[in-house]
């Protein structure tokens, strides 16, 4: 069963890329949809074996892999609760997208080549989530990067999609290199990259207090003793998790990867690639564990990329910006739950994310299927009639993101259970940044709930803004793209009240199955459940009041938002153009890069390299050849001159010669 649920998105990567053009693009539609329904159904199977049922984790080998020296490496699938709620979410998400892709993309004319690509995407996600080592996990994680690479350039004419899939492609590369050097680290200390290995001896280094020179080791010029060297190593891989998951300062991509077509945006934003940095750090929480440092640098960066995201998403105007945005802030959550050392919350809400973030991005893909292409948001309006079904989707996506739910309750959407139950770990927890990624999450509460509503009001709401022509075609989706909403607003809705107590309640234990580590003096778990009332409300009151000044902003008194934005220009042209990371970054590092590889290009290459070498070797015979074509003149005396000349030459060397 486990094979199939891994390889049957990589059979349908291969038969519609190598055979699309001969199937026609509706077998390619069917047969890449159709393997990948049937993987999502054995991944539900798998969950409810595994997760909700009595089977033990266990390991499924595929091949021998790699055997150099100590280097052991087979390519195995680790099954326990963790990879079969990351199967669950992969594979739904994949599935619906590939359903809801045959109606947007129906006119398209590469139809084969993009859902092989939606496929590959797949499947490298698959490797990387059933890695039962860090080598394996690499190549799953390369694979998320190329076939991300390869999405988001799919409309590789446009040069905007060129830039986009360029920039995903270099951003990560960064945040790769800090995963190759953990991983390297990793086997230096351990002596193995198998997660068996590391788990079971991962917590003897870090106590091990010998700081002799046998036991220490060397990293930018420091001696670290081993405790120090596995921080480093947290560090490493976290730098990884950093450019996969889109966390500040490595988020610049996110954004810019929108010019995907749209069912691309669900699966990188909800299920794919974002994901992968908390899959990894919930995967090696034996290890994260055990540093408090790298802890509290998760902690810090996931709450400020989920502040930094929210504000940014306030006053963006493509519709898929700022979901975009939401995606980046929610990911924040997801990692603050990590430093935190509460695993089980953080991939709950990754859980729960991927259901409302998918019908979010799917929705949105509708209505711009509905206006002509149309994603301004500033150009919609009054669409909350001509496509019903459509609006009460994002309704229904968009309570569920912002936690509408009755606090200190067990009534609510997917979003209230496992986002207010972060906030409320932030709060209990006895972490040195604690207090500050408590503050910065409840207001970045509130920002998500302004911003959503704004999104659904300026789309919906008031009076039509777009032209008479778009508005008179306006139409709802068709059913192969609405019924994979409906599915996703059942999750947005139920995921989390019914699991909630597998996920982090009463049957906690017997659902993970010890897939997720925690030292015994963390007690998180139960602490978040005795927090003061006061704290489990600011997340609602924090999203009331977001929905409130939404409402008075761009229904009650439209003109409101432009006079704010006059009035503070300087604010609004900063969150506008995202704290200007961008322009930082092409100031430090694009510019620079571009005038050094001018110079070697002009300067190194031309002048030094081809100067000197073929181009001024190839010029010296060109002259000499000049100069020999000017005696071949045609004149029969010239020749016999010079044949005299030669014959002198001859005797001349005869005679001096002979006499030496």
């Known amino acids: 069963m486990y094979h199939a649920i891994v390889f049957l998105p990589l059979a349908g990567f291969l038969i519609a890329g190598i055979f699309g053009r001969a199937i026609g693009a509706k077998a390619s539609e069917f047969v890449t ?18 997760g909700l049922g009595d089977t033990a984790a266990f390991s499924v080998p595929v091949l021998r892999f790699i055997e150099v020296g100590s280097l052991d490496v087979s390519w195995a699938f680790r099954i326990d609760t963790l990879t079969t709620v990351m199967l669950v979410v992969v594979n739904s ?13 129906h006119h398209d004319p590469h139809r084969p080549r993009f859902f092989a690509y939606l496929s590959l995407f797949t499947f490298a996600m698959l490797m990387l989530v059933t890695s039962d080592n860090l080598v394996q996990m690499f190549f799953g994680w390369e694979g998320v990067g190329l076939a991300s690479y390869l999405l988001i350039g799919f409309w590789f004419k446009k040069p905007s999609a060129n830039a986009a899939a360029i920039k995903a492609f270099v951003v990560n590369r960064v945040g790769d290199f800090g995963f190759l050097l953990g991983m390297f680290g990793v086997y230096v200390m351990f002596g193995s990259v198998n997660f068996d290995t590391i788990f079971a001896n991962a917590a003897a280094i870090a106590q091990n207090p010998d700081t002799s020179g046998d036991t220490m080791f060397q990293f930018l010029g420091w001696s670290l003793t081993q405790a120090g060297a596995l921080t480093a190593i947290c560090l490493l891989l976290f730098m990884g998790a950093m450019g996969k998951s889109a966390q500040v300062p490595l988020h610049t991509w996110l954004p810019d990867a929108m010019e995907g077509p749209t069912p691309v945006s669900a699966l990188i934003h909800a299920a794919t690639m974002v994901t992968a940095g908390v899959f990894m750090l919930a995967r090696l929480s034996p290890v994260f564990e055990l540093s408090d440092t790298a802890l509290l640098v998760v902690t810090i960066i996931g709450a400020i990329t989920a502040f930094f995201a929210a504000t940014v998403g306030l006053v963006q105007n493509d519709i898929k910006r700022v979901i975009a945005y939401s995606t980046c802030s929610q990911l924040g959550y997801m990692f603050v739950a990590l430093g935190l050392g509460f695993y089980s919350a953080a991939v709950f809400h990754l859980f729960t994310h991927a259901f409302f973030k998918a019908l979010l991005f799917l929705g949105s893909g509708s209505v711009i299927h509905a206006v002509s292409d149309e994603q301004d948001m500033r150009k919609m309006g009054g669409l909350r009639k001509l496509i019903p079904t459509t609006y009460w989707m994002m309704i229904i996506g968009t309570i569920a993101l912002t936690g509408v739910g009755l606090p200190a309750t067990y009534i609510g959407t997917a979003g209230f259970f496992s986002k207010d139950a972060i906030i409320e770990g932030a709060f209990a ?23 959503s509503w704004r999104l659904i009001f300026l789309t919906f709401h008031g009076q039509p803004r777009a032209s008479e022509e778009v508005m008179h075609h306006v139409h709802e989706s068709p059913p192969v793209m609405l ?5 996703l607003a059942v999750g947005a809705l139920f995921s989390g009240f019914v699991f909630y107590g597998y996920f982090l309640g009463d ?3 017997g659902f993970w199955q010890g897939a997720l580590f925690t030292l015994e003096d963390n007690h998180i778990l139960h602490d978040y459940h005795s927090v003061p009332f006061w704290v489990k409300a600011s997340p609602f009151a924090a999203m009331i009041l977001g929905f409130l000044l939404a409402y008075q902003f761009y229904i009650r008194s439209p003109e409101t938002p432009k006079r704010l934005a006059a009035q503070h220009s ?10 200007y990371f961008d322009e930082l970054y092409d100031f430090i590092f694009v510019r620079p890069a571009k005038r050094l590889g001018h110079f070697l290009w002009k300067k190194g290459d031309g002048v030094v390299i081809d100067g000197f070498g073929p181009n001024g070797i190839a010029a010296r015979v060109v002259d000499i050849t000049d100069r020999v074509v000017k005696m071949q003149t045609g004149y029969l005396y010239h020749y016999a001159f010079a044949m005299l000349i030669g014959v002198a030459a001859l005797v001349t060397w005869m005679m001096l010669g002979g006499s030496l």
């Open 93 to 105: 998400v994949s599935a619906l997208v590939h359903a809801y892709s045959i109606g947007y993309m």
């Open 507 to 509: 049957n906690y234990d």
């Open 429 to 451: 927890s006895s972490s040195a940044a604690a207090t500050f990624a408590f503050i910065m999450l409840v207001v970045a509460a509130m920002f998500t709930s302004f911003y």
């Open 33 to 50: 949809s159709g393997f990948l329904l049937v993987a999502a159904l054995l991944s539900w199977v798998a969950f409810f074996q595994v």
């Open 483 to 487: 019924v994979p909403l409906y599915l």
């Open 570 to 579: 300087g604010l609004y042209q900063f969150l506008l153009n995202k704290w």
